[in-house]
């Protein structure tokens, strides 16, 4: 895969065939999605399923050859995928890379389905690696045969070989990345690892979970430190009202020294009553941030006031300042007024002004002129009676 080019010929021609499978299909049939799909990077021989790769250079000298299982979890009718893997050749280098029987399209191929692959192209010199695939169901319009996940499917096997030898007291690492866009791409909006959700006709984007790759001395010794922590919140719109939507952006950082995948909460509060909006888990490499996007749909039956819109990180095991875990902010949620109710508001404000008071006091004098020359007038009459 050279750098300057974005997709290879083979990527292209996957991608055509499913669009102009679904493109018949577009626009008759709406799908919608609740979440992101995850396409997330596994240590096969850890038994926690962890995305961390810890070798000793005695047990894996230059040459030694390892493996990395990147899986998919929580999609519904996926079409086809596509990966760009990163790495740092300095420290490990691509060996090869295939699709097993037992990918995440299994159940279409064994109803009679083909798997169509693209061959794994590498850019060498930058440590890339583009790969992806879709199936092929002749015996039914579209011909597509979607799947949906649940739990974890493979989506593919990679081998890398180790490049270097640490000295004995010291640690080199590489980040085994997902990347959702290729670096220096100048194309706006381009994605180099999505998904295609049936029968939507463009790509969809991902969450990532990251691997960390680590080669040690013989003598060295790992310092781990777990620094998690909440950086931002920001809202759509600076002012909102019962009954609108609200996208809040949760900002995350990983301060630490090893890959962390933790959990989290967003919660509104109105005065002492607190409610939890969502849950969700991120994975940050570490030195890096990412974000989460949550849209909220404000009840319009809640009442005006002050909202706390608060972002929760549990303590991590071995994390020993969770001073920035939490991290609150107030946002005025106001009620839309009614016309009469908004002339009141109005008449209420020009009261309230220096001019309104000068009304005021102009009004109860042209009252009160009056009232006196109506109190002449009755008197000149009753006069007029008596005489």
Do not use: H
């Amino acid at each position: 895969m050279a750098a300057a080019r974005p997709r290879s010929l083979q990527t292209l021609l996957l991608l055509i065939i499913l669009l102009m499978i679904i493109a018949t299909q577009a626009g008759r049939v709406s799908a919608q999605q609740s979440q992101y799909p995850t396409i997330l990077i596994v240590n096969p021989l850890s038994p926690t399923n962890s995305s961390t790769f810890n070798f000793n250079a005695v047990d894996y000298p230059v040459n030694s050859t390892f493996t990395a299982a990147v899986y998919i979890s929580s999609v519904t009718n996926l079409s086809a995928w596509q990966v760009l893997l990163s790495w740092d050749n300095s420290i490990i280098n691509f060996a090869t890379a295939w699709i097993p029987t037992n990918n995440v399209f299994e159940p279409a191929i064994n109803n009679g389905a083909t798997l169509i692959e693209t061959s794994p192209e590498t850019d060498i010199g930058t440590g890339l690696m583009l790969i992806g695939c879709t199936d092929l169901y002749t015996l039914a319009y579209p011909a597509i045969y979607p799947v949906s996940v649940q739990g974890e499917a493979l989506l593919f096997y990679v081998n890398f070989t180790v490049a270097v030898t640490p000295n004995a007291n010291q640690t080199l690492s590489t980040d085994l990345n997902i990347l959702k866009q290729e670096p220096d791409n100048p194309t706006p909006g381009y994605l180099s690892t999505f998904v295609y959700i049936y029968p939507v006709d463009t790509e969809t984007q991902v969450l990532t979970q990251p691997g960390t790759v680590r080669i040690s001395g013989s003598q060295a010794v790992i310092q781990t430190i777990v620094d998690v922590s909440v950086t931002g919140i920001s809202f759509s719109e600076p002012q909102i009202y019962l009954g609108d939507n609200l996208t809040i952006t949760t900002s995350f950082a990983n301060n630490g020294t090893d890959l962390e995948n933790f959990n989290f909460n967003l919660s509104e509060t109105y005065k002492s009553t607190g409610v939890e909006l969502v849950t969700g888990s991120m994975t940050l490499l570490p030195n890096s941030t990412d974000y989460y996007v949550y849209t909220w749909n404000i009840n319009s039956d809640l009442s005006a006031g002050n909202y706390t819109i608060e972002a929760q990180i549990p303590p991590l095991q071995g994390q020993n300042n969770t001073q920035y875990n939490t991290l609150a902010t107030i946002i005025y949620i106001g009620a839309r007024q009614t016309t009469i109710q908004y002339l009141g508001y109005l008449i209420s404000v020009v009261l309230e002004s220096r001019l309104g008071i000068l009304f005021i006091i102009y009004a109860v004098a042209v009252i009160c002129f009056f009232s006196v020359l109506f109190a002449r007038e009755r008197l000149k009459m009753r006069r007029s009676k008596i005489s």
